[in-house]
């Protein structure tokens, strides 16, 4: 992993776009759930072979949430769509476009939005789901903006949405220590010509694909009883190149992309990254070089929640009244694939 330096990897940004004036498409509203089961760190360290503190740390995290044994990443999902339709006034049934980013889904097939789809009664929305792993929901909210453009006064319901809980090894403390289990939802529809979202940029490094995976359950590798015993159906990351890739990419990507999208560093109001691990998160905003800009964080409080990470904190801050109209806000994902996206908006 030495050669990803700031210089290697500067020609590899994506391509920023900058979003058509003619239509302002913006987020109405949002909403997120957590499941109620809380984990603390003992909990979490026993069979990681760590203690508590071992954990706070090496990621800043201090509890997560578990979804309950009957609870699959549809359950979340839906109950965060339904806090976010009632917060934008929006009825299921007036939704153009349904996109859950998730990359653990209730199964294989049929999609996790065809579920949520069903269960929301939303019989005129079109549902699929987006694999960008903890970079889902930007890659999602970026087709759904685009779809919304041409589609006047449409509504569109983007959710990010995990259940990692199910995936985890609990003794392989690289992992079994961070994840979390959570949803986020938002409505997008159309805004004021001085808000909503005004650029983003996706980009993927498939020459990485091994840093983050889970081996079994694909095409590749069936979950057969020896790749079971084996353990294949476990998701798996090699954190320290993670950490790398992030570091050294991500720096220069923010900055050529504000730059694209005409904007400075200091616009920036507020920036949501994704929660991967909150020591990584204090050592990246000092790189990103936003002087201005308010680091909104849930880490500590729920782990990483995948591609749920983003729009819950969206969600926090909403709620909390910390985002005021016109701010400025950054979204930030990156995660497995490799993969990340950036976006801003107005709020």
């Known amino acids: 992993m030495g050669i990803l330096s700031a210089e290697h990897m500067t020609p590899r940004h994506g391509t920023t776009v900058r979003l058509p004036g003619r239509v302002s498409i913006g987020i109405l509203a949002t909403g997120s759930y957590l499941p109620e089961t809380e984990i603390g760190n003992d909990e979490v360290a026993v069979p990681a072979g760590v203690d508590a503190a071992w954990i706070s740390e090496r990621t800043g995290i201090l509890s997560r949430r578990r979804a309950a044994p009957d ?75 685009r779809f919304l453009a041409q589609t006047a006064g449409g509504r569109a319901l983007v959710i990010g949405a995990d259940v990692y809980s199910r995936i985890l090894n609990r003794t392989d403390r690289r992992t079994s220590t961070l994840f979390g289990d959570g949803a986020g939802a938002v409505i997008l529809g159309d805004v004021p010509p001085e808000r909503g979202m005004v650029a983003d940029q996706l980009a993927s490094f498939g020459e990485y694909a091994d840093l983050i995976r889970v081996p079994g359950g694909g095409s590749r590798t069936p979950l057969t009883a020896e790749a079971l015993a084996a353990g294949l159906q476990h998701f798996t990351m090699q954190g320290r ?4 890739f992030v570091e050294s990419y991500l720096p220069p990507a923010v900055a050529g992309f504000l730059k694209d999208a005409g904007l400075s560093p200091d616009d920036v109001d507020h920036v949501i990254p994704h929660q991967a691990n909150g020591r990584m998160l204090d050592s990246l905003l000092p790189h990103l070089d936003l002087p201005r800009a308010v680091l909104h964080r849930t880490v500590e409080r729920y782990g990483n929640t995948g591609a749920a990470s983003i729009p819950i904190t969206l969600d926090h ?26 976006s801003v908006l107005h709020w």
Do not use: H, W
């Not at 199964?107 to 960008?132: E, H, R």
């Not at 190149?241 to 790398?244: D, L």
């Open 71 to 145: 609870q699959a990443t549809s359950d979340l999902a839906i109950a965060a769509a339904r806090r976010a339709l009632e917060a934008a006034a929006v009825r299921a049934a007036d939704l153009q476009l349904i996109i859950v980013a998730t990359s653990t889904p209730d199964y294989p097939q049929p999609s996790t939005a065809s579920l949520v789809q069903g269960a929301l009664g939303a019989t005129g929305a079109a549902a699929f789901d987006i694999n960008a792993v903890c970079s889902g929901f930007v890659f999602a909210l970026s087709v759904a903006q």
């Open 241 to 244: 190149a993670v950490r790398e």
């Open 317 to 342: 801050a909403n709620r909390s009244g910390r985002l005021r109209a016109g701010d400025v806000v950054l979204l930030a994902g990156f995660g497995g694939g490799m993969a990340t996206g950036i």
